[in-house]
């Protein structure tokens, strides 16, 4: 059984960076074609996403996003961290994470976490 | 980057019904029966989203056979026979060729 759980603060002051973790179990993100991307979804709106990471390290960004992202991988605990810099309160949202699976012809999101909602508030 | 647009964006069926959702891509994500990187995923009333289709055309584990998936290069169609129910939420379109990434605007699915 494939789980992933997103943790981290669930209220940040603007100007500040989030910080988000995904732990997740059931997949090895040492399996060529594994990937763990990041979408969030603001209240009411549709989805947008963010971030992804392979299990070759190669690492992709929303270019729409004006904050700075950045995600890395830890291998050895199940774990990608995600961080987004300059938080502003249109940054409220609900941000998931996702087990990709993806292969020469496809690649889809096969399992979701079940998001944790971020507040950007002073 | 390519862009999705989904059609309608909201629809209100009787249990029963079929139903048809297109999803048009600003550039074709390829012709060959191989190759479509475009997904489907349904997000029911407080819940995460969930795959429902993938490759265009494939049923993802679990799903009923009264989804299915269809199209290729820029023009795509999800469809559900016999409305139940439990098929409310809101359906997104996905194309997963090249990133970034992008979903469509959605569409919700009501019962009346």
């Known amino acids: 059984q494939i789980t992933l759980r997103e943790s981290g603060p669930t209220l940040v002051k603007p100007t500040q960076t989030l910080t988000l973790t995904c732990t997740f179990s059931g997949f090895s993100l040492n399996t060529g074609g594994v990937g763990v991307g990041w979408i969030r979804q603001p209240p009411g709106k549709a989805l947008e996403w963010l971030a992804l990471i392979y299990w070759n390290d190669d690492k992709r960004y929303s270019p729409y996003v004006k904050n700075s992202l950045t995600i890395s991988k830890d291998t050895s605990k199940d774990q990608v961290v995600f961080t987004m810099t300059n938080m502003d309160p249109v940054d409220t949202a609900t941000y998931y994470c996702a087990h990709l699976v993806s292969t020469m012809t496809t690649g889809y999101f096969q399992d979701w976490g079940q998001g944790i909602l971020v507040t950007v508030s002073s | 980057d390519i862009v999705l647009t989904q059609s309608p964006l909201s629809l209100s069926v009787t249990p029963g019904e079929s139903v048809s959702i297109s999803c048009r891509c600003s550039e074709s994500l390829g012709q060959s029966a191989q190759h479509h990187y475009l997904d489907w995923y349904l997000q029911k009333p407080g819940q995460s989203p969930e795959v429902l289709i993938y490759?265009?055309?494939t049923r993802a584990s679990g799903v009923p056979d009264r989804f299915s998936g269809s199209g290729s290069g820029t023009d795509f169609t999800l469809r559900i026979s016999r409305v139940e129910a439990e098929d409310v939420g809101v359906y997104y379109c996905?194309?997963?060729?090249?990133?970034?990434?992008?979903f469509g605007q959605g569409t919700n699915l009501e019962i009346k």
């Open positions: 490759l265009a055309s």
């Open positions: 996905m194309q997963a060729l090249q990133t970034p990434f992008t």
